[in-house]
């Protein structure tokens, strides 16, 4: 029984040089920009969406200083005024 997988003669390394052109002029550049393309794939799934944003979630911290302008101007009555 065939699962449609090939094992293939030719090293990922060679198989990108066929891809090498003015935008990509390495192979590293065309392993970059897979990556790229298949993290944006799997992103759109809805499981790995949920997973990740659960992760970020759980472990996302998030901090805040103020600038100079934030303290001459947010007063008491501003809207800000909790997260100064």
């Known amino acids: 029984m ?6 293939l003669e030719e090293t990922p390394k060679e ?3 066929n891809f090498k ?12 920009r897979v990556r ?7 992103s759109f ?3 790995v969406r949920k997973y990740v944003r659960s992760i970020l979630m759980g472990n996302l ?9 934030a303290i ?8 800000y005024v909790g997260v100064k």
């Not at 065939?2 to 094992?7: C, P, R």
């Not at 001459?72 to 809207?79: P, R």
């Open 2 to 7: 065939s699962d449609g997988l090939e094992d």
């Open 15 to 17: 198989m990108a040089s």
């Open 21 to 32: 052109c003015a935008m990509f002029n390495s192979s590293q550049d065309v392993f970059k």
């Open 36 to 42: 790229h393309i298949a993290a944006v794939e799997i």
């Open 45 to 47: 799934k809805p499981s």
């Open 61 to 69: 911290v998030m901090s805040t200083s103020p600038t100079r302008y």
């Open 72 to 79: 001459e101007a947010v007063d008491s009555l501003h809207y």
